[in-house]
């Protein structure tokens, strides 16, 4: 009967189907290589054109000098890649791609972000600056630090978390809220002499001028009281 035609050519079709998923797998990795392959050339020409050093492949040291942060502490199967290192407006200054998954087996997913760090000149304790999101409005409910400020604009576009509430609000002043408001993407760490910034993908190159100025700016609105214990 004219029904049971398209069942009968069902199983033949299994092979085109296997070869059009191999196809586009191969694409998506040639697409990821070349992309890759992007990325390390144009960190390479950055890196000479600063005076940095750039090491493309995994930097297992990255770990241990900034396991500190919170940011590097997320899920598992953890490695920082492409780490360039140098001076920034005289700033000791490091910038890195990280790795890392969370879930196992079908569920398992890879996150990545980029960050750049600056070595100010003395150390703090831990202070923590991110956009509000939902996960965060869900930590207030139930009950986690969120420090808030007079300001109902900042406090309602970014979550900040310190046991040293004076260094919150010494840092938060009116003009550096001000700022971040300008640039309300602002996701930042301080703690030690370590000031770090975060983005949500994989570092490149043409970040790296915008994210240090950035982190630069942000030491400049710091003001210089704290400098002076």
Request: hydrophobic share 40%; glycine share 8%.
């Amino acid at each position: 009967m004219p029904s049971d035609i398209p069942f009968l050519y069902l199983p033949n079709m299994q092979p085109l189907f296997i070869v059009i998923a191999v196809i586009v797998l191969g694409f998506v990795g040639y697409a990821a290589w070349k992309a890759e392959k992007r990325r390390r050339e144009e960190f390479g020409i950055w890196a000479a054109q600063n005076g940095w050093s750039y090491r493309p492949e995994r930097d297992k040291r990255i770990r241990h000098e900034y396991g500190f942060l919170d940011r590097l502490q997320i899920g598992h199967s953890r490695r920082a890649t492409s780490v360039l290192r140098g001076q920034w407006e005289g700033f000791p200054a490091t910038a890195f791609t990280f790795r890392y998954k969370t879930g196992s087996g079908k569920n398992e997913t890879t996150h990545w972000f980029g960050a750049t760090v600056i070595h100010i000149e003395r150390p703090f304790p831990e202070l923590r600056l991110h956009p509000e999101n939902f996960l965060s409005r869900i930590g207030q409910s139930m009950g986690f630090d969120d420090i808030d400020f007079e300001s109902v604009d900042f406090s309602n576009a970014f979550t900040v978390r310190s046991k040293d509430r004076k260094l919150a609000f010494d840092f938060c002043h009116t003009g550096m809220m001000e700022y971040l408001l300008q640039n309300r993407g602002t996701a930042i760490e301080l703690e030690g002499n370590s000031l770090a910034l975060f983005v949500d993908k994989q570092l490149e190159a043409k970040d790296l001028d915008p994210m240090f100025t950035h982190l630069r700016n942000i030491r400049g609105l710091m003001p210089e009281y704290l400098f002076r214990d």
